[in-house]
């Protein structure tokens, strides 16, 4: 008579080949994006630390004003990081399935297992290249440490958490919608202005602090840049309207992606 399984060991079995599937999957998208040349997956950081670096000297020589006594450098530094982090994740999925169908012939290889490789590759390049540029910065004293380090990581987690929802329900969207993938491109660009990278909300006018408000990066970066600076970032975000949004973003996603699932055919 064959022993019962458990619950508990279905469950750790199920957990084990999804990590193996996500390893998989994110080792060859490594390898298909930055090759075994030059400094190879290296670039994974490499490349967004050269936009920090180049975004933060553009500011510097043109002597930016972003409302506040905050160093230049360090303004530069949490909010173009901040951009990487959440604009690329659905760049890096609108498509991402077309060109991966055939790995649907794989039976533990899902939909939704496609974008949280890309969704883990992107969050992890980004972070990276925070930290680096953080600890560099630091390091040569030309940046203060944060003042309190784990709302720096919870604000930089709920960008995330944002842009990786987003970026499931756009690529979802968009294996049945090429409108989707044409339009995000130009909204990504008029959304970078707005989301809180450029600007503290206190340092614009009530009716505008209102507008921007609506938007769910600003609380996080709000959020990021008070953890970092202390009282000097005069941060104004409201954590009770940031996580409901992702919340409700996150289940769409999930539900778009299961109806996509159900339409798609290996190639």
Not at 238 to 257: C, E, G, H
Not at 258 to 266: A, H, K, L, N
Request: hydrophobic share 55%; charged share 15%; proline share 5%.
């Amino acid at each position: 008579m064959n022993a019962r399984v458990s619950p508990e060991h279905n469950l750790r079995r199920s957990l084990e080949i999804q990590v193996r599937v996500l390893g998989a999957l994110l080792m060859r998208e490594t390898l298909t994006r930055y090759g075994r040349h030059n400094i190879g997956f290296l670039w994974l950081f490499v490349e967004p630390m050269i936009f920090t670096l180049g975004v933060t000297a553009l500011w510097i020589a043109t002597k930016s004003v972003h409302g506040s006594d905050l160093p230049i450098v360090a303004f530069a530094l949490t909010g173009y990081s901040s951009v990487l982090l959440w604009r690329n994740m659905p760049g890096r999925c609108t498509g991402a399935l077309m060109g991966n169908l055939a790995l649907m012939y794989h039976r533990n290889i899902k939909v939704l297992d496609i974008y949280l490789a890309r969704v883990i590759l992107e969050f992890a390049g980004a972070t990276m290249s925070f930290a680096t540029l953080g600890l560099t910065f630091i390091s040569f004293g030309i940046l203060a440490p944060p003042q309190d380090i784990i709302q720096v990581a919870t604000g930089w987690l709920l960008l995330a958490w944002f842009g990786g929802a987003l970026a499931i329900l756009l690529g979802a969207l968009s294996h049945r919608s090429e409108l989707v993938e044409k339009l995000w491109h130009p909204a990504s660009y008029l959304l970078f202005p707005l989301s809180g990278a450029a600007f503290l909300v206190a340092a614009l006018p009530p009716a505008a602090q209102q507008i921007v408000l609506y938007i769910p990066t600003v609380h996080a970066i709000e959020l990021l840049r008070e953890g970092w600076f202390g009282d000097r970032a005069r941060a104004i975000y409201d954590l009770s309207y940031i996580i409901p949004f992702n919340l409700i973003l996150t289940l769409s996603a999930l539900l778009q992606v299961r109806i996509t699932g159900r339409d798609v055919v290996p190639e």
